[in-house]
């Protein structure tokens, strides 16, 4: 008997013989130990903060029981360590913001950072970004998508693993409401280009790249990348 594979697990599908065969995933799951920080933040805040990954499954989930309102929604794929979600955030208490991150380690990291900041408008999830917008948002939800500096997979045999490619692009365009926007950053000249010319390439969006947005802290990502040498490009799309 083969073991029922969950929905909000993509990446562990059945072929019709029964075997387990894995999808291309934009990210590595890394190690997930806490330090003695993370474990004392993970304790003290995860509860009602982060969203288990089985939760998702239940077909009467809604992100407005976990955010404990209707708000406006901003959708993060990748916070990382928090740097910039917590800032973010608590410059957006309209907002509710939901970040994505699979790097446990990092969520519990971001946990204490949205306690300094006072944020309370953050909620984190696990389960992988593709799924989630896809099955978890609703078309014409989001006010903003925010994805800086994603896993550039640099190894030319690896860029297919790429978050922002054609079918993301189209739809996360789906997902942001007209006028909506996505921003997008990233230390990597070769994916930068390849953002530009997959967003231009997908006609409800429109933009390019711009100035570096003023608003948002600069993270051990971009500081690594700085200091290797590397440009920082900004881009912004908004949906038509």
């Keep these: 008997m083969t073991d029922r594979v969950t929905p909000a697990r993509p990446h562990l599908k059945l072929t019709d013989d029964g075997r387990r065969v894995r999808e291309v995933l934009s990210y590595s799951r890394r190690g997930q130990r806490f330090t003695p920080r993370q474990a004392e933040a993970w304790e003290a805040h995860h509860e009602g903060l982060v969203v288990p990954d089985e939760a998702v499954d239940d077909p009467d989930f809604s992100w407005a029981a976990w955010f404990g309102r209707q708000a406006p929604m901003i959708l993060e794929i990748g916070s990382g360590v928090g740097e910039a979600t917590a800032v973010l955030a608590a410059a957006r208490p309209a907002y509710d913001v939901l970040a994505l991150e699979v790097w446990r380690p990092g969520v519990a990291d971001t946990l204490w950072r949205l306690a300094e900041t006072g944020a309370t408008n953050v909620r984190l999830c696990g389960v992988d970004a593709v799924w989630t917008t896809e099955h978890r948002i609703a078309p014409g939800a989001l006010e903003e998508v925010w994805t800086f500096f994603p896993d550039p997979w640099h190894k030319k045999k690896h860029r297919k693993r790429r978050l922002v490619d054609a079918d993301f692009a189209a739809l996360v365009a789906s997902r942001l409401r007209p006028g909506g926007v996505w921003r997008l950053a ?28 003023g608003e948002r802290p600069v993270t051990k990502f971009e500081r690594k990348g700085v200091e290797a040498g590397r440009a920082i490009t900004d881009l912004v799309y908004r949906r038509v």
């Design 186 to 213: 990233t230390d990597w000249g070769d994916y930068a280009e390849q953002m530009e010319a997959v967003l231009d390439a997908e006609p409800a969006l429109e933009g390019g790249v711009v100035e570096r947005w």
